[in-house]
């Protein structure tokens, strides 16, 4: 089986569909890419495209796909819900199968240079930063698009590739790996958002749960219900079926019922198998591949 | 997402590997066949061929397949462990997505009646068999080979295509439509293959158990376990988690747990997501085009 790379790139246009499109032609004249889910929002003004392929047909259809976005979207015009920093804000690389972060991170650093080249500011995050303070996107992205000229004066916040002066037009740009991230929700039988907030805690990392879970409780008013919403941004290290069973277990003490689950968007298999694993048992024999739809 | 059907063709040549690739290559010439597995056993002297295609694909390839193995096999020589009625053995179309059983039977008879007309007698099983003393593969293929000639002369055991004469070469091909099977072993922490058989009575549809499961209890000698080896022959009718937990709850009475299960070649991705659907209680929103590998 051979190497499977994904990108999910985040584009500020997701209001004039015939831009969207023609970003969508540039990527896709590379052979070997399986498009995901191309999906453009009008109020948050931006489009994601995930796709997947052998790493370096992924590298070579993002580097398309940037280069014509940055041709035609103009950030001096850009509004938009969603925070942005740049005409391709986010590109991360991220690692499916038989492909390790450090690859994938290669895989950003070479994307980046390419957009460098181009005249755009890139910024490496996560495992593609080395420097502490500016791994997190929220910290890269501050003051958004708006705020980007008068920072990058300070050498703080010099990009690590491309030019170190602002460019209006394109913005900057924020590209590294990251692990597949799977996005969970657990409805839960009460209305009590005081009850959602304190099951929350048990799970959400930045109150003493599983390192790799963030976590909100939500309002579901025409439910009725209660919304913990999840990422899971490492499945491997914080599973699923963990998170789940302390939720279960949480709510319990509440006499809080679970109602059902959502897993949203695209979900790794491996996750899947990781499920089965744990409630069935499944011996270490059972492959992937084993599997067909 | 269009129709998907399966295929898995069993024929008797399973020693002379140099046939299995001449049967190979003719089944390829067809486009569009996706291979999900050929699975040769010398000590059957049988191999099996699993792939799945848009239906009318996946039927010109079983075309090819069974003439160029029929062409090729000689069942007068044809000795193996496993049973056999003839060169192409048994084909067993298989519904996998957006297609209904009575589909798939339409299929298994077009192919019955083009090997027929090969001058080789087709019997119809299971959906596509209205006779219900004849329905059942082991019925049909009662005495093997050896006893087909005789059984033959029998009106009751007429071919439902092809020549009423026995044709010594091919023997008799049994065809026809099930539900996609997943094989499931569960592994018990005891080395009393009387506890196992006791066990297995609680799931076992002939001793009072589900009705689409079939199962025996088998020693591991080696591993000094007991196994409870299964056919799920129906996993939308009798889940796989339904009988998970019926044999964990059985086998807590005699203090014997689960070791570890094993599911066995493909599974479809429609049973995985039962499984999820009962132990985490997905929403039915999810769609397992979500999954991705």
């Given at each position: 089986?051979?190497?499977?790379?994904?990108?999910e790139v985040?584009i500020?246009?997701g209001?004039?569909l015939?831009?969207v499109e023609?970003v969508k032609?540039?990527f896709l004249?590379?052979?070997?890419?399986?498009v995901i889910d191309i999906d453009s929002?009008?109020?948050?003004?931006?489009t994601v495209f995930t796709y997947?392929?052998?790493?370096?047909?992924?590298?070579?259809?993002?580097?398309?796909l940037?280069?014509?976005?940055?041709?035609?979207?103009?950030?001096?015009?850009?509004?938009?819900?969603?925070?942005?920093?740049?005409?391709?804000?986010?590109?991360?690389?991220?690692?499916?199968?038989?492909?390790?972060?450090?690859?994938?991170?290669?895989?950003?650093?070479?994307?980046?240079?390419?957009?460098?080249?181009?005249?755009?500011?890139?910024?490496?995050?996560?495992?593609?930063?080395?420097?502490?303070?500016?791994?997190?996107?929220?910290?890269?992205?501050?003051?958004?698009?708006?705020?980007?000229?008068?920072?990058?004066?300070?050498?703080?916040?010099?990009?690590?590739?491309?030019?170190?002066?602002?460019?209006?037009?394109?913005?900057?740009?924020?590209?590294?790996?990251?692990?597949?991230?799977?996005?969970?929700?657990?409805?839960?039988?009460?209305?009590?958002?005081?009850?959602?907030?304190?099951?929350?805690?048990?799970?959400?990392?930045?109150?003493?749960?599983?390192?790799?879970?963030?976590?909100?409780?939500?309002?579901?008013?025409?439910?009725?219900?209660?919304?913990?919403?999840?990422?899971?941004?490492?499945?491997?290290?914080?599973?699923?079926?963990?998170?789940?069973?302390?939720?279960?277990?949480?709510?319990?003490?509440?006499?809080?019922?679970?109602?059902?689950?959502?897993?949203?968007?695209?979900?790794?298999?491996?996750?899947?198998?990781?499920?089965?694993?744990?409630?069935?048992?499944?011996?270490?024999?059972?492959?992937?591949?084993?599997?067909?739809?």
């Open positions: 089986m051979s190497k499977v790379l994904m990108a985040n500020s246009e209001t004039d015939s831009i023609k032609e540039a004249t590379v052979d070997g890419i399986e929002n009008a109020d948050h003004n931006r997947k392929g052998e790493p370096q047909n992924v590298l070579e259809a993002t580097k398309r940037a280069a014509k976005a940055v041709e035609l979207i103009d950030m001096t015009k850009h509004k938009g819900s969603h925070p942005r920093i740049g005409a391709v804000d986010v590109v991360p690389f991220i690692p499916v199968r038989e492909i390790t972060t450090e690859e994938a991170v290669d895989i950003a650093k070479e994307f980046g240079k390419y957009l460098g080249s181009l005249g755009v500011p890139v910024y490496f995050y996560e495992d593609a930063q080395e420097k502490e303070y500016r791994k997190a996107l929220p910290k890269i992205r501050k003051g958004q698009y708006e705020a980007l000229e008068e920072r990058m004066k300070d050498e703080e916040w010099y990009p690590d590739e491309g030019p170190k002066e602002f460019n209006p037009k394109s913005g900057a740009t924020v590209t590294g790996a990251r692990f597949p991230l799977v996005a969970f929700n657990i409805n839960l039988d009460t209305e009590d958002i005081d009850i959602g907030k304190e099951i929350v805690k048990s799970v959400r990392a930045a109150a003493g749960g599983y390192t790799y879970v963030r976590a909100i409780a939500l309002s579901l008013e025409e439910k009725r219900q209660v919304q913990v919403s999840m990422n899971m941004i490492n499945y491997e290290k914080t599973p699923i079926h963990r998170v789940f069973e302390t939720i279960k277990s949480e709510a319990n003490r509440y006499n809080v019922n679970i109602v059902d689950t959502e897993l949203v968007g695209p979900v790794p298999i491996y996750a899947i198998r990781d499920i089965l694993d744990f409630y069935l048992r499944i011996s270490k024999d059972f492959s992937i591949d084993q599997i067909y739809s």
